[in-house]
């Protein structure tokens, strides 16, 4: 063979990818090759090998026979596709794709991206945040429950009264029938005010017994205990995590026994379970056991499998009354036991006929449910932290000047700015399609993830531009029971290692792909046709993407196609070569390390930080979109986009640097690694970009439209009313000091102690009475704003214990 038959060949190859980019059929691909070769090469023993090839892969019976069925026979012998448990396949069939089926798809269609709902409130809803949440969250400060040790009385029947407990339960069963997008509105202001508020509200609202009644459970048992649940009259709790159970929760020991007694149906239940939220004071426990049926009475075998049951805590043999202390934060969290509870049958959620489906309930209901709790607490907690910051970098001063025009404050300044933007962006995003019917199961795991962690870096932030002020405690410290209850979010509903390290990409990558669960289900049921029928198209999609990766990386994205104008247009365009990058190496990752890639959690967990900073870049273009692309946002919007597709890049490097494959890893940390270090997808954001958000975020403007939604107290004596005050003198009588600051400058004045420069100025003409009056107004609220605080010994000793006697006084 010639060379230059040789290098018709391979760039006949070449031609095949290009078709495959263009999703061209097997046959499309050999005819084109046919006649390239009948031009190029017109022997008789090129034309014969290449018909013999174009028939081998195109009769589908020759094709699965020579060539499908020894691939599935060495899959099987060198287990290159993982196997998958019945826990593990309950998890991964939970819920819905959504859009990361489009971000994995590595040809994402922006145009349905950006036609996803983007929700708002309905008037009832808007209502209800400013009036009975604002109301609550008025009733009592974050300092005074940190004493108390818990919610006020007062409060706890408010919120009964006001059927906090049954924003979504259904009017007819006595609930406000809330949208998610309203739960998450409620929870984002609850969360700025305290903790203990949310996790109380939540828990009752997301998983636990309500919602999986209302999914799941008999018209008998919705009549009889969502009325209850609604008004606070029942008290849930939902028990999965145990000891020897944690991340793992599908191992779980708590056992139930079936037996028959007098012709009914029965359950025995053992049970020690820990960390369950308002287990000490629940009066019906959603519980979580490994069911056993030892003479077969449901008819489902022996191990009948996880079964979710209803408990009523005053059921002989429950033990409750102990509490954890989880970081010192007011909410009830506690272990919970049960020793031989005998109840019917009946109580089973859904009735005898889910018996055995508890994992799956569990799994669908997290699908949804986990993208909206703890992301909307997360936000809430981003919002406070921005409110915070932003005013006391105009209030504060050293060295002549307000902190918010250092360099060092502006950098964690633009960071909590633009990161509370695009955390508000994804929340309502997330809403918005779970209120569409959507059970997001990928994307909820990345929210759950990202936004609790985000909060932790947002909260670090703030404590760093707060410093001491950040570290007293007292009734003036806005931050430090939130900093200390940071880590509480991160360790539930699938602790974030987990998250990263398993569910996200784990998931994704069998439920997001478009042939990987077909694969599976033919290989599991030997179908040779039906593993035919998706490998080979699994096949074209994976030259379509290594081709198209090829064409946006040569391009750096601008080929494709954005789907709208403006400066954003560049991020569509760099998503795109991203999603492209992501869907090459993640094929290229599932052929390679086979049924081994769960088991390489690092780069699994590479993959799932890729995916979930394009959801979340894709969410802020999203929201800048819904929201009429205000110009004024365009620094936030920059800031976050840099940022996304930065960590995108630093995911993508981590990635080429450890893929440990022979040859092939070789290949990506020798050339593909530099060459897209010389070619990145994302850099971060520059320090421009950082100060245009910090100076944004320090005006009234700017700040008012990223805290949306927040509690602002109008009362003074309380501490963010106090700095809100400040924050608003300074702002007016900012034309004062610059006055005085300018004619300082130009030795108009001098300050001799004890005169201050407001005194001095108006000695000597510079300012007038009136402006005098409203700069020494101002002065004296920053300094008041600042001040931090302290307590006698005696006083310091009796912190709380006031609280707790009046409490025990009270129940006497």
Known sequence: MTLLTVGLLVGLFSLFGILAYFNGPMLAWFAYGA??????????????????????????????????????????NFNLFPKISDTE??????????????LFSGKPNFKRILAESYPTLSADEQAFVEGPVEQVCRMATDWEIH????LPPQVWAYLKQERFFGMMIPPEYGGRGFSNTAYSAVMTKLASRSFTHTATVGVTNSLGPAKLLLRYGTDEQKQRYLPKLATGEEMPCFALTEPTAGSDAASLQ?????????????LRLNWQKR??????????????????????????????????????????????????????????????????????????IGGVERAGQGWTMLMQSLAAGRGVSFPATATGVAKLVSRVTSAYSVVREQFGLSIGKFEGIEEPLARIGGLTYLMDAARLYTCGAVDEGEQPAVVSAIAKYQFTELSRHIINDGMDILGGAGICRGPRNLLANIYTATPIPITVEGANILTRSLIIYGQGAIRCHGYIVDEIAALKDNNVAAFDHAFWRHMGLVLRNWARAKVLGLSHGRLAKAPVGGETARYYQKLAWASATFAALSDLAMLSYGGRLKRHEKITGRFADMLSWMYLATSTLRRFEAEGRRQEDLPLVHWAMNH????????????????????????LRNATLPWFRLNPIGVVPTDAQGHDVAKLLQTPDG????????????????????????????????????????AFRNGEFSIVPPVGRVEAALRAGVITGAESDLATTAEKAQLDAIQVDSFTLAEYQRIGKEFIEEEITVAE
């Not at 892969?57 to 020894?70: C, D, E, M, S, Y």
């Not at 995108?648 to 022979?662: H, I, K, R, S, Y």
């Open 35 to 76: 006649l390239v070769l009948g031009l190029v090469q017109p022997s008789l023993w090129v034309w014969g090998l290449f018909a013999i090839l174009a028939m081998v892969f195109n009769v589908p019976f020759i094709r699965q026979a020579l060539i499908t069925a020894p691939i599935i026979k060495t899959i099987q």
């Open 89 to 102: 396949r309950a998890a991964i069939e939970a819920g819905t794709v959504w859009v990361d089926g489009e």
């Open 147 to 150: 004493q108390r040790k818990d």
């Open 254 to 266: 708590s056992s139930g026994t079936v037996f028959e007694q007098d012709g009914e149906l029965y």
């Open 275 to 348: 960390y369950i939220t308002l287990g000490a004071i629940a009066t019906l426990i959603g519980l979580a056991v490994r069911l056993r049926d030892p003479n077969n009475l449901l008819g489902q075998g022996k191990d009948v499998g996880i079964t979710c049951v209803l408990v009523p805590s005053d059921t002989p043999g429950v033990e409750l009354g102990r509490r954890h202390d989880p970081m010192g934060v007011p909410f009830y969290n506690s272990p919970i036991a049960g020793r031989n509870v005998v109840l019917p049958a009946s109580q089973i």
């Open 644 to 667: 996304s597709l930065s960590q995108v890049q630093v995911a993508l490097e981590g990635l080429l640097l450890n893929f440990d494959v022979p040859v092939l890893g070789w290949l």
């Open 703 to 742: 700040r008012g439209h990223l805290t949306a939604g927040l509690h602002v107290p109008s009362d003074a004596d309380q501490a963010l009313g106090r700095l809100e005050r400040a924050y608003q003198l300074s702002i007016v009588a900012m034309p004062v000091f610059k006055k005085i600051k300018l």
